[in-house]
Each structure stands twice: as structure tokens, then as C-alpha cells.
């Protein structure tokens, strides 16, 4: 059994950062992929960024993170991160990061980290 547990959310002044951290356990499969996705109050979650174990990892991201956000990952660890810069007050939302196995097709998930961005 997978488990994944998300770290570093918290409170933040617009402009400011915050580096959130993703640790899994339960495989040492590099054929995964470690994805974010973020819920805010009375929104759908949506997806933010991905990245595979594997060669360079495939990276992708929303459109509207693209630029501030940047997702890394470490296979000797089993973890992964994102640091997220020039925050604003919309990227408010708990974030979660997901777990997939590629050979299983079964997401894992996190219980999710709040992040807000408030004066």
C-alpha cells in the first residue's frame, strides 16, 4: 500500500513563497508519477503540476502556474516538491499530492496541506 503525505503549506503575504513537500512510501518504482492538484472553497480541484519518476521527467504544468511554480523530485528520497513563488491570493486552495504507479493505474493521495495567500 502507497501513502503519501503532503508538507509546508501555511500562511503567506501575496508575492511571497512557500515550498511544499510531497514523501511517499510503499514502492521504489521509478515507472510513477507525482502529480499536484489543488481544491479551493466551493471549487472543483484542479489539476497543477505533474512530473514522472523516469528520464526527465515530463514536466507539466497549468497555465496559469506556468512561470511561478516549479516541481522537482527526488527518487533516492521518495519525494517530491513544489516551490511556489510570486503567490497570489487565488492560488489560495488546499493542495494535494497524488501518487500514481504507473504498472498499478491506482492514484494515491495525500490528505492535503492548506496554503493561503493573504495580506
Known amino acids: 500500500q502507497v501513502q503519501v503525505v503532503e508538507s509546508g503549506g501555511g500562511l503567506v503575504q501575496p508575492g511571497g513563497s512557500l515550498r511544499l513537500s510531497c514523501e511517499y512510501s510503499?514502492?521504489?518504482?521509478?515507472?510513477?508519477?507525482m502529480a499536484w492538484y489543488r481544491q479551493a472553497p466551493g471549487n472543483e480541484r484542479e489539476f497543477v503540476a505533474s512530473?514522472?519518476?523516469?528520464?526527465?521527467?515530463?514536466?507539466n504544468y497549468v497555465d496559469s502556474v506556468r512561470g511561478r511554480f516549479t516541481i522537482s523530485r527526488d527518487n533516492a528520497k521518495n519525494t517530491g516538491n513544489l516551490q511556489m513563488n510570486a503567490l497570489k491570493p487565488e492560488d489560495t486552495a488546499v493542495y494535494y499530492c497524488s501518487v500514481r504507479i504507473l504498472a498499478t493505474h491506482i492514484d494515491y493521495w495525500g490528505k492535503g496541506t492548506l496554503v493561503t495567500v493573504s495580506s
Open positions: 512530473v514522472f519518476g523516469d528520464g526527465d521527467g515530463n514536466i
Open positions: 510503499g514502492s521504489s518504482s521509478r515507472a510513477y508519477r
